[in-house]
């Protein structure tokens, strides 16, 4: 039996928690994830936020989470956990979920928001196998979700803001940050977010890399080389670190999949972290039932992601009953023109403007 | 723009004396010094301030305080996401540095804690003299300083 919606979302983080709470009460909606618990990347974010009090500013990423499940549930919104979407299919008009016991769902909306966020990317080194090696993201769900401290002493290798938020959250859990590195020049991330693991003691060497893993079946140490100009290894600057835990934090992708198999174009727009299904400025794709925002359509933040959850919503909307949702999507356009101006918020704004470019190549 | 600090995460003298408010005020009475230079989508210390004392035009803005009204309260560094906003206190001697902490274990008053750098060396020991916490769960710890170190002590960690 196909189970119907106004709205079936995919990925309960940010962006689709966001537009399940503007839709809950207006038309029928239900968010699915694959996940145990609702909240995407937030539900493991115990650092508090930037952005403004509008993007809940100073708020802790679990605390949001918490907030809107809670209104999403109060408007009606039917949360499905541990739902994997496997496909979308054209013909049929619906997506086909797994659940937790294999059992498959059918599902029809009669429009779509896939938010399926982002996946780290791997490193490419001498042993990169061996148990003791993570993505900064696992560890991270490791220790904030389940409890767990996946080592006692970590190289991270990686200075973006990821790498060096969760090397804080390793201090804090009690585990010993032996260095972060970074084969830019600069420290990607931000200054305060650098500054905070640096006065507890924890060096950041800039122009570094990983070389390779040592241990019999298990990481016991890192060798590390630095870099010259033209990001080659410096011959006889290896150092041996010892550790039991190396987390790797050096990008994002946007998760594509369900796009591609749904038969929406797809582009590469480095800006936006690689391959992102192309999308006008209301985040509507190639395939007019189907909408994409947050890091699915380029990597950015929790605070940017919520409010093109906002605008996708909002767009479904009008598509879908006859309301005026110009004043509101006016005022989310110039939210997101605000958050993505400083030198930070640059690429994604150039991102976007590639993107912008592309849709209307596609006629969008 | 010259930013010498995304090399090592650290901020150097030069600066960090831009920073600080006029010499006249700083003998005068406590003061928030907010170490954020980059310009970055972030304004909660403007919120948190009930004095109005700190202010911001657009989100990417760098923070702008007006010390006349600052009281030193410590509302804003208990608010700040970025952890960048201490109070200096150099009208006494020791001095009193007030910094942002987030760790385990929580310090006791009258305990002595390790002082830290910005370079997060070990430069002294230190008795901590407040705590306060904010809703969020992140605590302002008052320490007394050595005079002549109240420009580089921006940590503590517990001896205990
Ligand atoms: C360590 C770290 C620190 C961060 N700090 C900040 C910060 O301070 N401020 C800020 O604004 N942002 C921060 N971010 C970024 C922020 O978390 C992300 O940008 C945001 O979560 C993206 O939201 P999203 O909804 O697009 O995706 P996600 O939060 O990744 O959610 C996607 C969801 O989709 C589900 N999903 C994917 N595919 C399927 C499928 N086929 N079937 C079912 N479910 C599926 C996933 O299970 C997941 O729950 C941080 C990120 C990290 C990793
Ligand atoms: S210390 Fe208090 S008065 Fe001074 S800026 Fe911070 S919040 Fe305002
Ligand atoms: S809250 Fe902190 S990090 Fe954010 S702008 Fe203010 S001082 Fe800077």
């Given at each position: 039996m196909v189970e119907e919606y106004d709205v079936v979302i995919v990925g309960s983080g940010p962006a689709g928690l966001a537009a399940a709470e503007v839709l809950g009460g207006e038309v029928s909606v239900c968010v699915l994830d694959e996940?145990?618990?609702?909240?995407g990347q937030l539900i493991k974010q115990t650092h508090k936020f930037f952005g403004s009090k509008e993007h809940?500013?100073?708020?802790r990423g679990i605390d949001i989470a918490e907030y809107l499940i809670g209104e999403v549930k109060r408007r009606g919104v039917e949360l499905k956990q541990q739902h994997r979407v496997l496909g979308y299919y054209a013909e049929e008009d619906l997506v086909v979920a797994e659940d937790e016991n294999g059992k498959l769902h059918e599902i029809r909306g009669k429009k779509y928001l896939f938010a399926t966020g982002a996946m780290e990317n791997m490193f490419v080194f001498e042993?990169?196998?061996?148990?003791?090696?993570?993505?900064a993201g696992a560890a991270q769900t490791l220790m904030?979700?389940?409890?767990?401290?996946?080592?006692?002493r970590v190289v991270m290798l990686g200075a973006g803001n990821i790498g060096l938020i969760v090397s804080y959250q390793m201090l804090q859990a009690g585990?010993?940050?032996a260095m972060i590195l970074d084969?830019?020049?600069?420290?990607?991330?931000?200054h305060v977010h650098a500054a905070k693991v640096v006065r507890a003691g924890v060096p950041i060497r800039t122009r570094y890399t990983v070389k390779r893993a040592i241990g019999e079946?298990?990481?016991?140490a890192v060798e590390i080389v630095k870099l010259d100009e033209n990001w080659s290894p410096i011959d006889g600057t290896e150092e041996i670190v010892e550790a039991d835990l190396l987390c790797i934090s050096i990008g994002l992708s946007p998760v594509i999949e369900l796009f591609a198999q749904a038969g929406c174009r797809i582009e590469y727009v480095p800006f936006l972290g690689g391959y992102v299904p192309v999308h006008n400025k209301f985040m509507k794709?190639?395939?007019?039932k189907i909408f994409v925002a947050g890091d699915a359509s380029g990597i950015e933040e929790a605070s940017t992601a919520m409010v093109e959850g906002k605008i996708a919503a909002l767009a479904m909307l009008g598509d879908l009953k006859n309301v005026d949702i110009e004043d509101r999507i006016m005022h989310e356009f110039e939210s997101l023109a605000k958050l993505r101006t400083g030198f930070f918020g640059r690429r994604p704004k150039e991102g976007k403007i590639q993107m912008e470019k592309l849709a209307s190549k596609y006629g969008l | 723009m010259n930013t010498p600090w995304r090399k090592d995460g650290i901020l150097d003298n030069s600066v960090v004396s831009k920073l600080l408010p006029p010499e006249e005020l700083r003998n005068s009475k406590a003061y928030a010094l907010l170490e954020c230079v980059e310009n970055i989508p972030c304004d909660p210390c403007t919120r948190a301030c009930p004095f109005k004392a700190i202010t911001m035009e657009h989100i990417t803005d760098l923070p702008q305080i007006n010390w006349d009204r600052?009281?030193?309260?410590a509302l804003c560094v208990m608010a700040c996401p970025g952890l960048a906003i201490f109070i200096i206190d150099?009208?006494?001697?020791p001095a009193k540095v007030t910094v942002p902490y987030e760790m385990l274990p929580l310090p006791e008053v009258g305990e002595e804690v390790k002082l830290l750098s910005?370079?997060?060396?070990?430069?002294g020991k230190g008795k901590v003299l407040k705590l306060k916490v904010s809703k969020n769960k992140t605590y302002a710890v008052t320490v007394e300083v050595p005079r002549e170190r109240v420009h580089d002590v921006r940590a503590i960690r517990c001896i205990k």
């Open positions: 996940q145990p618990y609702a909240g809940f500013a100073g708020w042993n990169n196998d061996l148990p003791g090696i993570f993505g904030n979700m389940y409890g767990v401290k996946p080592g006692t585990i010993d940050v084969a830019s020049p600069t420290i990607g991330g931000y079946d298990k990481l016991e794709t190639t395939n007019e | 600052c009281t030193g309260c150099e009208t006494t001697d910005r370079r997060g060396e070990v430069i």
